[in-house]
């Protein structure tokens, strides 16, 4: 398993945010990400940016596999090729509201 191109070898094939169905102070975000590499991968470490309108930063969150797979054991089986995954995260929202995002990979 490769840990060296994780961050380079994750393409971004979909992506949204939304108000959370249920929580009136959170909102939802999802994406689909694919490995690229024509090897299995470690799942990256994922930084979520969120920001307001004015594009100012409003806050940074690290997520660790454990935290956005679905099956958390599944963290040293690493992402097979062409393999689509994706990943759900609430978050609460205090302050400005988000109206956008970006994930960068480790």
Do not use: K
């Amino acid at each position: 398993m490769s840990n060296t191109a994780a961050g380079q070898s994750i393409v971004l094939v979909g992506r949204d945010m939304h108000a959370h169905p249920s929580l009136n102070d959170a909102v939802v975000i999802s994406a689909m990400l694919r490995n690229s590499a024509p090897e299995t991968i470690d799942f990256p470490l994922i930084e979520l940016r969120l920001f307001d309108r004015s594009n100012q930063l409003l806050g940074v969150r690290r997520l660790s596999p454990e935290q956005y797979l679905a099956d958390p054991t599944r963290a040293a089986d690493g992402l097979t090729p062409g393999v689509l995954l994706p990943v759900v995260v609430e978050i609460a929202v205090t302050g400005s509201e988000p109206t956008g995002f970006e994930f960068r990979f480790f």
